[in-house]
């Protein structure tokens, strides 16, 4: 009985899927507060 935890090779997998989701929701993140940032310059000429 030695495998208790899952491989090793698989913790990284989902390291690294989570590691992707952060990156991709930051971006989203920065994308959304300079898409507002714009509207609101625009929005005052």
């Not at 935890?5 to 930051?26: H, K, R, T």
């Amino acid at each position: 009985m030695r495998r208790v935890y899952p491989d090793s090779m698989s913790i990284v997998a989902l390291e690294i899927f989570f590691l992707v989701l952060l990156v991709i929701a930051g971006l989203a993140m920065a994308w959304f507060a300079g898409f507002v940032v714009w509207r609101l310059f625009k929005g005052q000429q």
